[in-house]
């Protein structure tokens, strides 16, 4: 039942509503807009809510202007009419909630409809609470500070959420920067073996990674390259230095000991959902296999070899020709890349040595920058 008397709708005491002391700030200086066709109505709506010591109240009696108000600054609660002209509520509520992204629309329906219809299209509209006129004041103060608490919550929940998500975001960079660089570790222990500067990986990464650019690859695979592809050579940790280091050809058990490090490293990387620990075994098993069937371990040929792996092919053998190795000297550049022709449709994907060498210039760069004496 309405207190007092009534005013063009809106029931009023003649003084402050007996509505609970509210001690929050945050609601007291919620920003609230009021749309509502007749300016009396306007008038006593904003009165009272300033009375109550909301200190931040917008008013308007043209539904355009409202909404134009709320595009440039969105408001925490909109108490809403909605036979009116212009645009009645339900578009207001319409062209709101387009505006209205991030965040979900807080909307207290104030009319003089009371039909079941009317309702339900106001709540399937988006609005949150629904209140007829004439309404009792006290009812209407309540009903906004608990609209404006449920507001609030929501805004805590959501700052909450991000800090959270801020937080997780950072731990998760940091262990995957941790495992990067426990990734680059290994590999360059395995490479510290046969080469003591350790440069190979570094160089070869960034050919593999340039080259899978220059294929066309995703920005991700590129990067996942890049990153899996120095544990290449992590299994010739299993590899004795005696052969390993051995300032000359192989004898055959000795080749048959070696031939075992690509299957070493993909058993040190296996047993791990990580799609970087997944691409890193795959390169450290395969990288040695030939286009032609002729590697090791499996024989596999042309296409069977992981693209990944064949990327790596190129890159490692071009700068294992171009560096100096206990058991070898550097070769030039030009019969490296004769090498690489020559082994086109044998040894390696013929498709990347075209691109390779169209992009020759680029990968000798990196060549240069990354060199053993610049270390």
């Not at 008397?5 to 509503?17: F, H």
């Not at 030939?290 to 024989?299: L, T, V």
């Not at 058991?327 to 082994?343: F, P, T, V």
């Amino acid at each position: 039942m309405a207190i007092g008397r009534c005013l063009l709708g809106v029931s009023w005491s003649g003084g402050k509503a007996l509505a609970p002391n509210l001690d929050s700030v945050d609601i007291k200086s919620a920003r609230i807009l009021v749309i509502d066709d007749q300016p009396a109505n306007v008038k006593i709506i904003e009165k009272m809510l300033r009375s109550e010591g909301y200190s931040s109240v917008s008013c308007f009696t043209d539904p355009r202007e409202g909404v134009n108000s709320y595009q440039q600054s969105p408001y925490e609660l909109v108490l809403l009419d909605l036979n009116m002209p212009h645009m009645d509520g339900f578009e207001v509520m319409d062209r709101l909630n387009a505006l209205t992204t991030s965040d979900y629309l807080s909307v207290l329906v104030l009319t003089a409809q009371i039909d079941r219809d009317t309702r339900i299209r106001a709540l399937q509209a988006g609005a949150r609470d629904f209140l007829n006129k004439p309404f009792d004041v006290v009812e209407l103060i309540n009903r906004i500070r608990n609209m404006l608490e449920v507001r609030m919550l929501h805004h805590q929940v959501r700052m909450q959420n991000d800090a959270l998500e801020e937080k997780i975001r950072a731990r998760t960079e940091e262990l995957e920067q941790t495992r990067l660089e426990i990734i680059r570790r290994l590999g360059r222990a395995a490479e510290y073996r046969d080469n003591e500067t350790g440069l190979h990986i570094v160089r070869m990464s960034k050919m593999s990674k340039l080259l899978a650019v220059k294929l066309g690859l995703s920005k991700a695979d590129c990067d996942l390259i890049l990153n899996a592809s120095p544990m290449h050579d992590v299994g010739k940790i299993g590899i004795p230095d005696a052969i390993l280091l051995k300032p000359g050809k192989l004898a055959p058990a000795e080749w048959q000991t070696m031939q075992k490090h690509p299957e070493i490293g993909a058993e040190l990387l296996s047993g791990h959902a990580s799609g970087l620990l997944e691409a890193a075994r795959q390169i450290a098993l395969c990288h040695h296999e030939k286009w032609d069937g002729s590697g090791y371990p499996a024989g596999l040929r042309a296409e069977q070899i992981p693209l990944f792996a064949r990327i790596v092919a190129v890159a490692d053998v071009f700068d294992a020709l171009t560096s100096e190795r206990p058991y070898k000297k550097a070769w030039s550049l030009d019969d490296a890349i004769n090498y690489l022709r020559e082994g086109a449709g044998l040894h390696f994907d013929p498709h990347l040595i075209d691109i390779f060498l169209a992009h020759l210039d680029e990968f000798v760069a990196i060549r240069e920058r990354y060199s053993d004496q610049s270390a």
